[in-house]
């Protein structure tokens, strides 16, 4: 089956820095993964997706994501933080076969951003 | 646009009590779907619907029942709510099951069973 792992609940950073907020696969076939993020009584919204192609995908509010097929990686990644990007922060992957098609959810990662 | 509306935005209900949640799109999005988010767990699927009378079970159907009788509207029922269904849910739509990534989100119904 497939599945993401996101293995820090919490990720804390000084606003200017860098952030890469980690997600893992596992997948059968070729993964079509998406992060996505929700702010604080939100609903999700989509960040970027990786289907094929770059390796590199960039996405929405600055976001970028490096897909890594040797390390079964897909972090997603920003050069300078904001304040602002405060939030909680979900990988998925696509699950597709005869029978199914729906995305499976990591356990998301909480992004705390200090002015 | 309105978007993805939910109703309510909290509710409590107490053991074995029914109730349904709403849900409401304006876009013409025939994919809809409802998740539960529980802490630690991510968004699971309850249901979903392709289109018009086409409804089907997601990962964690049971104790959830969900009708689509118009392209709008997308009802999740509780029959007899438990305590293991305390959660945040979150109804969606996209234009088809192809564009589920990209599916918008409503703001979610915080549900408390006692």
């Known amino acids: 089956a497939q599945s993401v792992a996101q293995p820090e609940d919490q990720v804390n950073v000084a606003e200017g820095n860098p952030l890469t907020v980690k997600c893992t696969y596992s997948v059968s076939g070729n993964p079509y993964l998406f992060w996505y993020v929700q702010y604080p009584n939100r609903g999700l919204q989509f960040l970027l997706k990786y289907i094929t192609g770059d390796n590199l995908v960039k996405g929405s509010y600055g976001f970028e994501a490096e897909f890594n097929k040797s390390q079964t990686s897909f972090h997603l990644k920003k050069p300078s933080a904001l304040v602002s990007d405060s939030a909680l922060y979900f990988c998925a992957v696509r699950d597709v076969n005869y029978n199914t098609d729906k995305l499976i959810f990591g356990t998301g990662t909480r992004l705390q951003v200090f002015p | 646009n309105a978007g993805v509306t939910q109703t309510p935005k909290f509710q409590v209900l107490k053991t074995g009590q029914s109730m349904t949640l709403q849900c409401a799109q304006d876009?013409?999005?025939?994919?809809m779907s409802w998740y539960r988010q529980d802490p630690g767990m991510g968004l699971r699927l309850i249901h979903y619907s392709v289109g018009a009378g086409i409804t089907d079970q997601g990962e964690v159907p049971n104790g959830y029942n969900v009708s689509r009788s118009t392209t709008e509207d997308f009802p999740l029922r509780l029959l007899s709510a438990a305590p293991s269904q305390t959660s945040v849910y979150f109804c969606?739509?996209?234009?088809?099951?192809?564009?589920?990534?990209?599916?918008?989100f409503g703001p979610g119904t915080r549900l408390l069973v006692l």
């Open positions: 876009m013409n999005h025939e994919y």
């Open positions: 969606a739509s996209s234009y088809g099951l192809a564009d589920q990534e990209t599916q918008y």
